[in-house]
């Protein structure tokens, strides 16, 4: 029971960090694989203010927040100045001196060592401790988060960012400050994603660099992919599909050294499949076409 | 230590601009980031240790085999997903994710069938390498340096004056115009992808005798030869070893002042300061022109 109830937990975290992806990637085109990074810096904000200053949540997954949400600014006008195939460079670099800095920064962040022992949270006096506890506590943050992102999707800014997706020139020739409302959501999703890496510093209790590495930016973006790039909900039963179905693989008596291996093959081989097929994923509406307006043209012209 | 730092950015350099090449030529021809070039890389001295090992053939005869096969690998993800998106209209994005898709299936299938630990061709002896102005170098490094610059010239030679090459730069430079010409674009991607494929098989079966081999050598060495490519300018060849080069000076002069841990973060860093003083993108000239 606690096993399922685990893989539940895993999901909603997953689902929340995947939500804040699709923001950027589904929603505004931004293909961010730098998004592990700020899901790691979450949990370390978290962990080190609960383990050096005893802080409770409600000051720590805010501060997580707070962190995230002043590196995302401060990268968001260097990475955001370059395009496609380029800001995925970039954010990779971003990715890796982010991971750089948790790995080698070793009076600080612990190296590669890690971080172990972070305390349960605790609310209203009652810590925190069960499995089904945990289940609603991150279920509370789940809900929270798909109900303002789903709010600001569905606002005036939100069809701001599907324009800017759609056809950046044409955002801008209606007099939409383009890059301000880049930068704006680059900043919302990482500091959104940072509350997935408190709850997983929380639940875990222990973190280490090796959960914040380029390889899960792109399971995130795979789940954002598979699921629907410019749908919440797809973002949501991407997460439980690519969670949930690698785990069949412990039940047919696979080891667990080939199970790791087959779960990532499983994702990258469903990673081509859709894009081969339906590039916009199970519920998406964004099939990560370029809007060039050359090839809207032949592609008329084709039809 | 000076000359020591001199003759390891050599060897650093060789490596990083035979890699840079090879993605230079895909990336000029196809314009999309080839991820699963980092597999192709990694395949090639693992297919030389399955030949060499399990197979019991002798050493030059594996490494034969191994960069042919890795180069039939790299013209299969071509043939099999990169040709038919293509044909679909799928736009570089699209292609980018396959391809990120594809490295992670290699790269597993690799980790899965030889494990993840580190392999090594290199027998018990430890040589200790030959003095040369007052630092150390092996034969294998002299042969990685020695054969990258072969390498280099063959492959100036073959984009300048074959044929092939002349289309290889027509289909870089403008797709369309080079179809209305007459050139074959899918057989010009395909051959380029055969060449960046045969350098970086090339290019990881030498470092795999210097430093041996783990699966996911490929994606850190991909990554040296895309800011070596950015740094010197994509789909020109001085420009990859010059990249190659001064990325290789960088790091292995910045150990003198910095940790060592600190090599990919130093390149990376290097990577931003160009992309920040000179942005590229093909969109990002066209929006620049509707600001003005």
Same mark, same amino acid.
């Given at each position: 029971?606690?096993?399922?109830?685990?893989?539940?937990?895993?999901?909603? +975290?997953?689902?929340?960090?995947?939500?804040?992806?699709?923001?950027?990637?589904?929603?505004?085109?931004?293909?961010?694989?730098?998004?592990?990074?700020?899901?790691?810096?979450?949990?370390?904000?978290?962990?080190?203010?609960?383990?050096? =200053?005893?802080?409770?949540?409600?000051?720590?997954?805010?501060?997580?927040?707070?962190?995230?949400?002043?590196?995302?600014?401060? +990268?968001?006008?260097?990475?955001?100045?370059?395009?496609?195939?380029?800001?995925?460079?970039?954010? =990779?670099?971003?990715?890796?001196?982010? =991971?750089?800095?948790?790995?080698?920064?070793?009076?600080?962040? /612990?190296?590669?060592?890690?971080?172990?022992?972070?305390?349960?949270?605790?609310?209203?006096?009652?810590?925190?401790?069960?499995?089904?506890?945990?289940?609603?506590?991150?279920?509370?943050?789940?809900?929270?988060?798909?109900?303002?992102?789903?709010?600001?999707?569905?606002?005036? @800014?939100?069809?701001?960012?599907?324009?800017?997706?759609?056809?950046?020139?044409?955002?801008?020739?209606?007099?939409?400050?383009?890059?301000?409302?880049?930068?704006?959501?680059?900043?919302?999703?990482?500091?959104?994603?940072?509350? /997935?890496?408190?709850?997983?510093?929380?639940?875990?209790? =222990?973190?280490?660099?090796?959960?914040?590495?380029?390889?899960?930016?792109? @399971?995130?973006?795979?789940?954002?992919?598979?699921?629907?790039?410019?749908?919440?909900?797809?973002?949501?039963?991407?997460?439980?599909?690519? +969670?949930?179905?690698?785990?069949?693989?412990?039940?047919?008596?696979?080891?667990?050294?080939?199970?790791?291996?087959?779960?990532?093959?499983?994702?990258?081989?469903?990673?081509?499949?859709?894009?081969?097929?339906?590039?916009?994923?199970?519920?998406?509406?964004?099939?990560? /076409?370029?809007?060039?307006?050359?090839?809207?043209?032949?592609?008329?012209?084709?039809? | 230590?000076?000359?020591?730092?001199?003759?390891?950015?050599?060897?650093?350099?060789?490596?990083?601009?035979?890699?840079?090449?090879?993605?230079?030529?895909?990336?000029?021809?196809?314009?999309?980031?080839?991820?699963?070039?980092?597999?192709?890389?990694?395949? !090639?001295?693992?297919?030389?240790?399955?030949?060499?090992?399990? !197979?019991?053939?002798?050493?030059?005869?594996?490494?034969?085999?191994?960069?042919?096969?890795?180069?039939?690998?790299?013209? !299969?993800?071509?043939?099999?997903?990169?040709?038919?998106?293509?044909?679909?209209?799928?736009?570089?994005?699209?292609?980018?994710?396959?391809?990120?898709?594809?490295?992670?299936?290699?790269?597993?299938?690799?980790?899965?069938?030889?494990?993840?630990?580190?392999?090594?061709?290199?027998?018990?002896?430890?040589?200790?390498?030959?003095?040369?102005?007052?630092?150390?170098?092996?034969?294998?490094?002299?042969?990685?340096?020695?054969?990258?610059?072969?390498?280099?010239?063959?492959?100036?030679?073959?984009?300048?004056?074959?044929?092939?090459?002349?289309?290889?730069?027509?289909?870089?430079?403008?797709?369309?115009?080079?179809?209305?010409?007459?050139?074959?674009?899918?057989?010009?991607?395909?051959?380029?992808?055969?060449?960046?494929?045969?350098?970086?098989?090339?290019?990881?079966?030498?470092?795999?005798?210097?430093?041996?081999?783990?699966?996911?050598?490929?994606?850190?060495?991909?990554?040296?030869?895309?800011?070596?490519?950015?740094?010197?300018?994509?789909?020109?060849?001085?420009?990859?070893?010059?990249?190659?080069?001064?990325?290789?000076?960088?790091?292995?002069?910045?150990?003198?002042?910095?940790?060592?841990?600190?090599?990919?973060?130093?390149?990376?860093?290097?990577?931003?300061?160009?992309?920040?003083?000179?942005?590229?993108?093909?969109?990002?000239?066209?929006?620049?022109?509707?600001?003005?």
């Amino acid at each position: 029971m606690d096993y399922l109830l685990h893989i539940i937990i895993m999901v909603g +975290i997953y689902s929340i960090v995947a939500m804040s992806l699709n923001l950027l990637a589904g929603y505004t085109g931004l293909i961010s694989v730098a998004h592990a990074a700020f899901y790691g810096i979450g949990a370390y904000t978290t962990a080190l203010l609960a383990l050096k =200053f005893g802080l409770p949540f409600w000051v720590n997954i805010p501060a997580g927040i707070l962190v995230s949400g002043v590196v995302a600014f401060l +990268i968001a006008w260097p990475s955001l100045r370059t395009y496609d195939d380029y800001f995925v460079i970039t954010t =990779f670099a971003f990715q890796i001196i982010i =991971f750089s800095i948790m790995n080698n920064w070793v009076s600080f962040t /612990g190296g590669p060592l890690g971080l172990p022992g972070i305390p349960q949270p605790t609310i209203f006096g009652m810590t925190v401790s069960t499995h089904l506890l945990f289940l609603s506590f991150v279920a509370a943050f789940g809900v929270l988060t798909y109900l303002f992102l789903g709010r600001l999707v569905d606002s005036p @800014f939100g069809r701001v960012l599907k324009a800017i997706r759609e056809d950046e020139i044409f955002a801008m020739s209606l007099g939409k400050d383009v890059m301000k409302y880049k930068i704006t959501v680059f900043v919302i999703g990482a500091a959104t994603a940072s509350i /997935g890496g408190s709850l997983y510093a929380y639940y875990i209790s =222990f973190i280490d660099p090796t959960s914040f590495t380029v390889m899960e930016s792109i @399971f995130m973006l795979s789940i954002v992919i598979i699921g629907g790039a410019g749908n919440l909900k797809g973002s949501i039963v991407g997460a439980a599909l690519l +969670i949930f179905i690698p785990e069949i693989l412990r039940f047919v008596g696979m080891p667990n050294s080939i199970a790791a291996n087959m779960r990532q093959i499983f994702y990258g081989g469903l990673l081509v499949f859709f894009m081969m097929f339906r590039p916009q994923g199970l519920l998406g509406e964004f099939a990560f /076409g370029k809007h060039d307006h050359k090839d809207s043209k032949e592609a008329s012209e084709n039809a | 230590m000076f000359n020591q730092l001199l003759i390891n950015s050599m060897i650093a350099g060789s490596i990083y601009t035979l890699i840079a090449l090879g993605f230079s030529l895909i990336y000029s021809t196809t314009k999309f980031f080839h991820f699963a070039h980092a597999a192709v890389y990694t395949s !090639c001295p693992y297919f030389a240790y399955f030949y060499s090992i399990y !197979c019991g053939l002798p050493l030059g005869a594996s490494i034969a085999l191994a960069i042919l096969s890795s180069t039939v690998l790299g013209m !299969c993800t071509e043939l099999a997903i990169y040709k038919p998106l293509r044909q679909k209209g799928s736009s570089s994005l699209v292609l980018l994710l396959s391809s990120l898709g594809l490295y992670i299936i290699l790269q597993n299938v690799i980790s899965m069938s030889f494990g993840d630990d580190t392999k090594t061709f290199r027998s018990g002896i430890v040589t200790e390498g030959l003095e040369f102005m007052g630092g150390r170098i092996t034969p294998i490094q002299i042969g990685i340096i020695l054969v990258s610059a072969l390498l280099l010239v063959f492959c100036w030679a073959i984009t300048k004056y074959t044929k092939m090459g002349t289309a290889m730069r027509a289909v870089a430079s403008d797709p369309e115009l080079a179809t209305v010409s007459g050139i074959d674009t899918d057989r010009t991607i395909l051959f380029a992808f055969m060449l960046g494929s045969f350098l970086a098989g090339i290019a990881a079966t030498l470092i795999s005798f210097d430093i041996d081999m783990t699966p996911t050598m490929g994606m850190n060495a991909l990554m040296m030869g895309v800011v070596a490519v950015i740094i010197g300018g994509v789909g020109s060849i001085p420009g990859a070893a010059l990249g190659g080069f001064l990325l290789a000076f960088a790091q292995n002069f910045g150990v003198w002042k910095i940790s060592s841990q600190w090599q990919d973060a130093i390149a990376f860093i290097i990577l931003l300061v160009f992309l920040l003083f000179r942005p590229y993108g093909f969109f990002g000239k066209k929006i620049r022109k509707v600001e003005v």
